[in-house]
């Protein structure tokens, strides 16, 4: 869930099915918060909180306050959503959205309301530019995916791994020098410190199946890197360039089960005429063995923008005899 402008806010009069409805608005147009920001609108609402965009009177600039939801109060959720602040905030990039400040507001019934106000983002996401307008070209992709490593390499540099990079986390603002790509929801990011205390519980998978490595499937069997960003990153490059993920089923659960028993299909049996550069750079970063992938996002890049394809992954050495069996689909 982000501070991005599209609205989806449910039709007035009772929302999806009456006045009871748990994506009801709890802050009504004008509301003051906390004394300091002045809601503007409901943006969008999600199984965590809202977004609405408000109007902070204190410096007079447009921001992005998101809240969580009333009765999402278990420890967990809490403790992802205090360090989706605090990760965030380490992170100073153009491509990674801005967090400001964090609070607590008092509703009618007494309860606080917690919220956190960040960088508001007028534009679209990446999933629903997908959507609309299917595969994109690698032309249009390249400068997309340069931001996307960017904004990683920015999280990386300060131990900071996202865990949930997706199509629906990346924001597409249109700027006067074009269009920037904006890095947003750290609610499910850790640090890869070794003093670093986990914050879910022991064999809990947390991610979007959909786009989550091997090892957030399997947890407890290999260390969540830079490289689980770098799977996730492979994920939507394929997206972007096919229109499609890697592997189809009948359920998301058959889909995110097939990378553990079945080759990567490669991109260009969808797009024939891609680009070879971007075929093995995207199935590289889809090896099952973190080892075997780029082991950063600027890796990626480099290897989109060399002057020859970049080789097929390092043999498989001790990755072989990991918990992962490595398959590949070869050109």
């Known amino acids: 869930m982000t501070g991005f402008e599209k609205d989806t806010r449910p039709p007035s009069g009772g929302g999806r099915g009456g006045g009871h409805d748990p994506f009801d608005q709890r802050l009504?147009?004008?509301t003051l918060v906390a004394a300091r920001y002045r809601v503007v609108r409901l943006i969008g609402a999600g199984a965590v909180g809202e977004v609405y965009e408000a109007h902070d009177e204190?410096?007079?600039?447009?921001?992005?306050?998101?809240?969580?939801?009333?009765?999402?109060?278990?420890?967990?959720?809490?403790?992802?959503?205090?360090?989706?602040?605090q990760l965030a905030r380490k992170v100073t990039h153009r491509n990674v959205c801005r967090v400001f400040d964090v609070g607590h507001h008092p509703l009618p019934d007494g309860k606080p309301l917690v919220f956190i106000t960040m960088e508001l983002l007028r534009g679209e996401t990446l999933a629903d530019r997908i959507d609309a307008r299917g595969r994109c070209g690698t032309d249009?992709?390249?400068?997309?995916?340069?931001?996307?490593?960017?904004?990683?390499?920015?999280?990386?540099?300060?131990?900071?791994?996202h865990r949930d990079f997706k199509p629906g986390n990346l924001m597409l603002v249109d700027e006067p020098a074009g269009t920037r790509v904006v890095i947003t929801d750290f609610g499910l990011a850790r640090t890869y410190a070794l003093d670093?205390?986990?914050?879910t519980v022991t064999g809990e998978a947390v991610g979007t199946p959909l786009y989550m490595a091997p090892e957030q499937v399997v947890t407890g069997k290999t260390p969540i890197t830079r490289a689980t960003d770098v799977y996730a990153l492979g994920n939507v490059l394929y997206e972007m360039v096919t229109g499609q993920l890697p592997f189809k089923g009948s359920s998301v659960t058959v889909?995110?089960?097939?990378?553990?028993?079945?080759?990567?299909?490669?991109?260009?049996?969808?797009?024939?005429?891609?680009?070879?550069?971007w075929e093995r750079a995207i199935l590289r970063c889809l090896e099952r063995e973190p080892s075997g992938r780029f082991q950063s996002a600027?890796?990626?890049?480099?290897?989109?923008?060399?002057?020859a394809?970049?080789?097929?992954?390092?043999?498989?050495?001790?990755?072989?005899?990991?918990?992962f069996r490595r398959t590949r689909s070869r050109k």
């Open 309 to 323: 394809p970049p080789p097929d992954a390092p043999a498989a050495g001790n990755a072989a005899r990991g918990f």
């Open 28 to 30: 009504a147009d004008g």
């Open 140 to 161: 249009e992709a390249l400068p997309l995916a340069r931001q996307m490593a960017e904004g990683l390499e920015a999280a990386h540099a300060v131990g900071v791994i």
């Open 298 to 307: 600027a890796e990626v890049i480099a290897a989109l923008t060399a002057d």
């Open 196 to 199: 670093e205390a986990a914050i």
């Open 255 to 277: 889909m995110a089960i097939k990378r553990f028993r079945e080759a990567v299909p490669s991109p260009r049996l969808v797009v024939p005429d891609l680009d070879v550069r």
């Open 58 to 85: 204190t410096i007079g600039e447009a921001v992005a306050l998101k809240t969580l939801r009333q009765g999402v109060d278990d420890t967990v959720s809490i403790e992802r959503f205090r360090r989706e602040i």
